[in-house]
């Protein structure tokens, strides 16, 4: 399994803004498939929140975020961002990245069982 280093997590306003990144430990980043974040709350199940497909940038958003957070994805830096703006506190949870499990080119899952590999992930925090 590939494994990741998330970072850029901490405790934030609502309203304020957050940057994760993602960079693989041991591997690079080009030879990765497709590229999702996930978070997991406290007493819930792992969500997908944003994914970007591993050539051509196509990017998918959960409905709970779009418009607010932005994936992006730099081969030549080894790294993922995620770039969430307008947190809420419904946003705290911890944020993992993962590698799909199949070749996405063109599009990219949110689906949880796509996903096999994953980080120790950052806490977010969205409290007054």
């Known amino acids: 399994q590939l494994q990741f280093v998330e970072s850029g997590g901490g405790l934030v306003q609502p309203g304020g803004s957050l940057r994760l990144t993602c960079t693989p430990s041991?591997?690079?980043?080009?030879?990765?498939?497709?590229i999702a974040w996930f978070r997991q709350a406290p007493g819930k199940e792992r969500e997908g929140v944003s994914c970007?497909?591993?050539?051509?940038?196509?990017?998918n958003y959960a409905d709970s975020v779009e418009g607010r957070f932005t994936i992006s994805r730099d081969n030549s830096k080894n790294t993922v961002y995620l770039q969430m703006d307008s947190l809420k506190p419904e946003d705290t949870a911890v944020y993992y990245c993962?590698?799909?499990?199949?070749?996405?080119?063109?599009?990219?899952?949110?689906?949880?069982?796509?996903?096999?590999?994953w980080g120790q992930g950052t806490q977010v925090t969205v409290a007054s």
């Open positions: 993962e590698s799909s499990k199949g070749t996405w080119h063109f599009s990219c899952p949110l689906g949880p069982h796509e996903y096999d590999s």
């Open positions: 041991g591997f690079t980043l080009a030879s990765a498939n497709a």
């Open positions: 970007i497909s591993k050539t051509f940038g196509r990017t």
